[in-house]
């Protein structure tokens, strides 16, 4: 990859920057279920070569199990802005609505006195478990956009 250096008719040097990613990108997703009824859902999130993941685990129910995954979604975005704000899963609700599985997602974020609800939504038709850590990030994904900006 070449780097093409500018110089401006006042003298000043520009180096134009490459184009900037604006989103944590979702690496992996992975649920397990043991035959005592407990689930374990780990999501690895990637930003900058480095990776940030959480790791759930609870009772497996029907429901159950949307939660577990998305708090592990969850814990792998509050271990990537460490303590800049503080994330609490409010809710996860399974719809079937036009023929699809949607997930909805509800999340509360605390930034310094500012707390703000988020709500999430993913077309689950494939692995449920997993829309359901898709919606959490898609619910995130406006706060954490402004997050990364300020880097």
Same mark, same amino acid.
């Given at each position: ?22 989103? $944590? ?48 979604? #969850? ?25 699809? %599985?949607? $997930? ?7 930034? !310094? ?22 919606? $959490? #990030? !898609?619910?995130? %994904?406006?706060?954490?956009? %402004? ?5």
């Amino acid at each position: 990859m070449s780097l093409s250096i500018h110089e401006r008719p006042s003298g000043e040097t520009v180096i134009p920057l490459g184009p900037r990613r604006e989103r $944590l990108r979702f690496a992996q997703f992975a649920f397990t279920r043991t035959p005592s009824g407990h689930c374990t859902a780990e999501v690895s999130l990637e930003w900058d070569q480095t990776m940030y993941v959480g790791k759930a685990t609870g009772q497996s129910s029907p429901l159950g199990d949307f939660r577990i995954a998305a708090e592990a979604a #969850l814990y792998a975005v509050q271990d990537f802005v460490k303590d800049a704000m503080h994330f609490e899963l409010l809710g996860v609700k399974h719809v079937r609505a036009f023929d699809s %599985n949607l $997930l909805i997602v509800s999340v509360s974020v605390r930034e !310094h006195e500012t707390i703000t609800r988020l709500v999430g939504c993913y077309l689950a038709d494939g692995d449920a478990r997993r829309g359901a850590a898709m919606a $959490l #990030l !898609h619910a995130t %994904n406006r706060v954490l956009g %402004n997050y990364i900006a300020t880097f």
